[in-house]
């Protein structure tokens, strides 16, 4: 595999009602606050001003309060890869859809029940036309996402990626994204990816 | 660029348990197609491509036993174990496994025998990694109706990189009353068979299969062979459930794919279309398409004899492509009437012999996704 010069050069956290920009906690509500009540919040507290988020499902909007703080500080090209993943897939919302099914089905939930719609809710409110992945995985695999980051970068499909995890089960979220470029300071590493990923976690 | 080659592959669907019965059943004009009873529909039933759990059953005793195993589970690991018994050379601690499915075994979350993590798609993938001793760690792809062929470019990419040398790529997914419910929802589901690119197309079938095919950067022993050339995926960043109306993420896809293969629109042989025989999924690709300078070539959708498969579609069409390419036949665009989206296609009709040599392969799905592939046979 490649030895490209590839930074992380941004990254933000969301875990047990907190948001983390770098190192930095950017939000944090009382542990009282359900998923709803936490997403709506960080909605209110970022200034998102987006109609369409209060449509979406958990997984979705996570997604977009991440992909919000991560892209805050950065020029973000159009050509921008998505490189997602997680464990869950879209489980909560498969519940969801799974018990309207004996009475009135909607397709609004529907629509959810597949992992990469996240993928597609960031790529329109931030106009990312690009490489999406959606992997599944028992865990948070820092290989798989950077050697897949350098591929794409190697193979010019795309100037610069986002990469990480977002999963969501049974209420419990576990979000961790990061902008992969030429731009920063921490070489990008398999090891690298882990800390960051779990320095929350300490 | 390192070429990647397709090698053995397998098909497990109601048209047959390998891909020579597949391929002989499209040459014949045979759909896998059949009314199904089911209350939820105002006409009594539904349209789908759908595999006998008796037959499924008695054929995968020769590799396990059935009552361990879900249907899907089943199928994949069927169609896998086909691949490898071809190749028993294979060194499977060296030999990724890819993986692609939109929904797994999502109808667990009812009431089932097996344990409550099988419905995790990463439990899947631990399931067929585990039943032959995969070493590697499963890729595992869900991304909506473009995973199967996700599935092939992330293989290819990675091969080309040097991550490992050849990829078993599996993709299954069931018609599940999970997946029928929510179609229905969308008022998609067609009261026939569905009718991809035709004026009275009234909306999808869904389908049943799994698919599997082993890709290497060896090329191999053979008069001729097939190999990915190009591909790529770009987003509609659109709308999440509709496609965009100028097809521009899939127009880019094909752009991208194109140029990396280095091919022109021009020297395209063959069309494999996505073609669900919704109203705004062909009429998509129809402008996608003519935007493309693809409207004259041969082109047809494979729905019409399987329905949509979704996570296992894009790989099952790929592998027949591949093998229409082989064999220089084009299979006819199953119960096309008259041409139904606003710009000129070049739907296949009738089976044609017909020197190949490039192939173009097309997916979009939900989220906004899109795909194209290019192959070549050298």
Known sequence: ?202 | MKKIYLLEDAIFSPLGFSTEENLAAIKNGSSGLRFHKNNRFPTGGFFAGIIENELLNETFLKIGKPEKFTKLEQMMLLAVSRVLEKNPDLNLSKTALIISTTKGNVDLLTKSPFPKNRVYVSELGNVIKDFFGFQLEPIVISNACISGGLALAVAKRFIAAGKFDQAIVVGGDLVSEFVLSGFHSFQAISPEPCRPFSKNRKGISLGEAAAAVLLSSKKPIAPNVISIIGEASVNDANHISGPSRTGEGLYKSIQNALGEAQVSAKEIDYLSAHGTATAFNDEMEAVAFNRSGLENVPMNSFKGYYGHTLGASALLESILTKHSLLNNELYASLNFDEIGVSKPLNVIEDFEEKELQFAVKTASGFGGCNLALVFKKD
């Open chain 1, 1 to 202: 595999m490649s030895n490209g010069n590839y930074k992380i050069t941004d990254y933000v956290h969301i875990k047990d009602h907190r948001i983390f920009h770098g190192k930095d906690q950017v939000f944090k509500t009382e542990k009282s606050l359900g998923l709803d009540q936490f997403l709506k919040a960080s909605y209110k507290k970022l200034e998102i001003a987006y109609p369409k988020f209060h449509k979406m499902d958990g997984l979705c909007k996570l997604g977009i309060i991440a992909s919000e703080v991560l892209f805050k500080e950065h020029f973000i090209s159009p050509d921008t890869a998505l490189v997602f993943s997680n464990s869950a897939s879209s489980l909560e919302t498969d519940k969801k859809h799974q018990q309207a099914m004996g009475g009135m089905v909607s397709p609004s939930v529907f629509v959810y029940t597949l992992p990469n719609i996240v993928l597609g809710e960031i790529s329109i409110k931030h106009k990312l036309q690009s490489e999406n992945v959606f992997f599944i995985e028992n865990q948070f695999n820092a290989e798989l996402l950077k050697e897949y980051a350098e591929v794409l970068l190697e193979a010019k499909k795309t100037s610069a990626v986002v990469c990480g995890w977002i999963d969501l089960k049974n209420a419990k979220y576990d979000v961790f994204l990061c902008l992969i470029s030429k731009e920063g300071e921490i070489p990008l590493s398999k090891e690298n990816l882990k800390k960051l990923y779990i320095f929350e976690n300490e």
